[in-house]
C-alpha cells in the first residue's frame, strides 16, 4: 500500500549539503572562468557536475568543469567565478591560495600575450614563496593546423631568457594546448588529466574517453610540435584519443623543464616541503630551528625517492637571521631525466 503525504503537513524542499574534501598536493587545479551566478573570486571547491552547477548556474566555468572531469568523472576542482576579462584581479586573489594548476578559461596563448606574461609574474611570485604553479591555456581556432602552429616557434623560444649569469625558462610554468577536441576545450581536458594522475605518472598515451579530434597530425609533425613546446592529442586503432606531446613551453633542446612529469615532481616536492615546514613558522631559536629543517628535508626527499619521483637529492639550509628566516633550496634528479633540478623556499622564524 502506497502511503501519500498527507495534505495538511507543509513540506519544504531545503538546499543541498555538501561534504567538504581535501586534494592531495600536486592535483589541487583551481579553474577560472565567467559563470551565470555565484560570488566572485571566491575559489570553491566542486566534485560533481551537479554541485557544479547548484554554485555557479551555467556559463563557461561551469562548461570548462565538465571538460575537466573528461578523465576521471567526480574530480575535485576549485572553481573560481570572474567577471568579464578581469584575469589582474584573479591573479590577485590566486597569490594568496594554495594550489598547483591553473586553468585559465577564454585566455589563448597566440592572443593574449599581456594576460600570460602576468600569470608567469604571479607563478614566479608564488615560486619564491614556497608554492610552484602551472598553467594550462589553449590555442584559439586561428592555430589547428601545422602551417599555423609552426608560426609559434620563435614565441615560445622567447619564454627563455639568458641573462648570462643564468638560463631562465619561463615557459616551465605554462602549457600551451592544441584546441583539437570536438565540443570540449582540450586545454581544459588536459588539465583534468593532470590533476587525476600522479605527478611522476606522464599524461602520454593515456586514453581520453567520449572524445573526437577536429584536426590530427603525423608522425613528424607530432615530434616537432613537441620539440617546439606544444600539448596535442592523436587518434589510435588500439586506444582511441590520447595525448601524445606533454611539453611545457620550453623548446630548449635536452631542456630538464620540458617534460611536464619533470615540473610536476618538483611542484610535489617544493609544496609539500612548504606544508611541512609551517609548523617552524613563528617560532625561535634560528639554529634549532634549522635541525628541525633538516630532519623534514630528508624524510620528504627519502618518501620521494622511494616513491621513484626523484633518483637522488642535495639541499642547502641558509639562515638569514637579519630578517628572522630559513632559506631552503633542494637539488633533485627527476625520475624522468638524468640532469638535475633545483627549487627553493623561505620560512620565516623569530631570532
Not at 71 to 80: A, C, R, T, V
Request: glycine share 6%; net charge negative.
Amino acid at each position: 500500500m502506497m502511503i501519500k503525504p498527507s495534505p495538511s503537513v507543509n513540506f519544504y524542499q531545503y538546499p543541498n549539503i555538501y561534504i567538504e574534501r581535501e586534494t592531495a598536493i600536486g592535483k589541487r587545479l583551481v579553474i577560472v572562468a565567467e559563470a551565470d551566478k555565484g560570488d566572485f573570486y571566491d575559489p570553491t571547491l566542486i566534485y560533481s557536475k551537479d554541485m557544479a552547477a547548484d554554485f555557479f548556474g551555467g556559463g563557461q566555468l561551469v562548461q570548462a568543469y565538465e571538460d575537466a572531469t573528461t578523465f576521471q568523472e567526480g574530480l575535485s576542482i576549485y572553481l573560481m567565478r570572474i567577471e568579464p576579462m578581469m584575469y589582474e584581479d584573479a591573479f590577485s586573489v590566486l597569490e594568496a591560495l594554495t594550489f598547483d594548476l591553473l586553468y585559465i578559461d577564454g585566455v589563448h596563448y597566440d592572443k593574449h600575450k599581456e594576460i600570460i606574461l602576468m600569470f608567469i609574474e604571479l607563478a614566479k611570485i608564488k615560486e619564491e614563496k614556497g608554492n610552484l604553479i602551472h598553467g594550462i591555456t589553449t590555442l584559439s581556432s586561428a592555430y589547428k593546423t601545422y602551417a599555423s602552429l609552426i608560426k609559434l616557434r620563435k614565441s615560445i623560444a622567447d619564454l627563455a631568457i639568458d641573462s648570462g649569469d643564468d638560463f631562465i625558462e619561463r615557459g616551465k610554468y605554462l602549457s600551451i594546448v592544441v584546441d583539437q577536441a570536438e565540443f570540449k576545450n582540450a586545454g581544459a581536458v588536459y588539465a583534468g588529466m593532470l590533476a587525476t594522475l600522479d605527478p611522476e605518472v606522464s599524461p602520454v598515451n593515456k586514453t581520453i574517453p567520449a572524445t573526437k579530434l577536429t584536426v590530427e597530425y603525423t608522425k613528424d609533425q607530432i615530434l616537432d610540435l613537441r620539440s617546439m613546446g606544444i600539448v596535442c592529442f592523436k587518434n589510435t586503432f588500439k586506444k582511441g584519443v590520447t595525448c601524445t606531446s606533454s611539453s611545457c613551453a620550453v623548446s630548449t633542446e635536452g631542456s630538464v623543464h620540458k617534460h611536464i612529469s619533470n615540473f610536476r615532481i618538483a611542484q610535489s616536492l617544493i609544496n609539500q616541503v612548504a606544508l611541512e615546514l609551517q609548523p617552524l613558522i613563528g617560532k625561535t631559536n634560528i639554529p634549532y630551528q634549522i635541525l628541525n629543517a633538516e630532519d623534514i628535508l630528508n624524510g620528504v626527499c627519502d618518501e620521494f625517492v622511494g616513491l621513484s619521483r626523484i633518483r637522488d637529492y642535495n639541499y642547502n639550509i641558509v639562515p638569514d637571521t637579519l630578517n628572522g628566516a630559513i632559506d631552503v633550496e633542494i637539488e633533485f634528479v627527476p625520475v624522468f631525466s638524468v640532469h638535475s633540478m633545483s627549487t627553493h623556499t623561505r620560512v620565516r622564524v623569530f631570532k
